[in-house]
T-cell receptor
Framework: DGGITQSPKYLFRKEGQNVTLSCEQNLNHDAMYWYRQDPGQGLRLIYYSQIVNDFQKGDIAEGYSVSREKKESFPLTVTSAQKNPTAFYLC????????????????FGPGTRLTVL | QKEVEQNSGPLSVPEGAIASLNCTYSDRVSQSFFWYRQYSGKSPELIMSIYSNGDKEDGRFTAQLNKASQYVSLLIRDSQPSDSATYLCAVVTDSWGKFQFGAGTQVVVTP
C-alpha cells in the first residue's frame, strides 16, 4: 500500500532534549513538508523540501532542523531551542509543488503528537 | 489580517440538511484551493480540490470558487453524523506551491 508513515505516534520530551520525528513516503513524491498544529489553529509550515538534498525554511523554522538525504525520507528534529514544542506534527507530500491540476495536492501522514514533560 | 479565514464554528447542522462552509483568502493570485476534513486527533484528509471558477461536485460534496470575490465554499448535502469534523480550507499562495491553511470550521451534525 502506498502512503505516508510517521513515527512514533506519541512522543514525550524532557526539557533540554532533542528529539527526531520520522516521516517516510512510498508514493514517489518529489516534495515533502512538515507542519505543526496547535489546538484551534490551522497548520503552520515548519520546513519543506522540493527535491532530495534541498530544503527550505517555512514560517516557523526556529528550533527545528531537517534533512532530505533520500527521496522517501524527511525526518524532523525538534531541538532544545524550540521553547514550546508541545503540538501535533504532520508530515505531508506532493507529486510536484507549484503546478495546479492535482500534482500540487498535499497528502498527510497520520501525525506525531509531541508532549514536553 | 489572516491570509485564509474561516468561521471557527461550531456549525450545528441537523442530520439530512445541507452544511455550508465558507473560506475567504487575501492573495488575489492564488490558483489552487483545497478542502480537507480532519477528525479529532487525526490528520487531515483531502475532500476536494478546485482550480477554476464555478462549482465542482463529488458525491455529497460541492466546492464553489469565486476568484473575483476571493472566496471558496464547501457544501455538504444530506449531512450525516460521520460528517462531524473540522473542515480546513487551504489555498496555494505562491509559485512553488506553498499551502496557507485556515484555522478550520468545526461541523457538528445532530441526529
Amino acid at each position: 500500500d502506498g502512503g505516508i508513515t510517521q513515527s512514533p505516534k506519541y512522543l514525550f520530551r524532557k526539557e533540554g532534549q532533542n528529539v527526531t520525528l520520522s516521516c517516510e513516503q512510498n508514493l514517489n513524491h518529489d516534495a515533502m513538508y512538515w507542519y505543526r498544529q496547535d489546538p484551534g489553529q490551522g497548520l503552520r509550515l515548519i520546513y519543506y523540501s522540493q527535491i532530495v538534498n534541498d530544503f527550505q525554511k517555512g514560517d516557523i523554522a526556529e528550533g527545528y532542523s531537517v534533512s532530505r538525504e533520500k527521496k522517501e525520507s524527511f525526518p524532523l528534529t525538534v531541538t532544545s531551542a524550540q521553547k514550546n514544542p508541545t503540538a501535533f506534527y504532520l508530515c505531508a507530500s506532493s507529486i510536484s509543488p507549484g503546478r495546479k491540476g492535482g500534482t500540487d495536492t498535499q497528502y498527510f501522514g497520520p501525525g506525531t503528537r509531541l508532549t514536553v514533560l | 489580517q489572516k491570509e485564509v479565514e474561516q468561521n471557527s464554528g461550531p456549525l450545528s447542522v441537523p442530520e439530512g440538511a445541507i452544511a455550508s462552509l465558507n473560506c475567504t483568502y487575501s492573495d488575489r493570485v492564488s490558483q489552487s484551493f483545497f478542502w480537507y476534513r480532519q477528525y479529532s486527533g487525526k490528520s487531515p484528509e483531502l475532500i476536494m480540490s478546485i482550480y477554476s471558477n464555478g462549482d465542482k461536485e463529488d458525491g455529497r460534496f460541492t466546492a464553489q470558487l469565486n476568484k473575483a470575490s476571493q472566496y471558496v465554499s464547501l457544501l455538504i448535502r444530506d449531512s450525516q453524523p460521520s460528517d462531524s469534523a473540522t473542515y480546513l480550507c487551504a489555498v496555494v499562495t505562491d509559485s512553488w506551491g506553498k499551502f496557507q491553511f485556515g484555522a478550520g470550521t468545526q461541523v457538528v451534525v445532530t441526529p
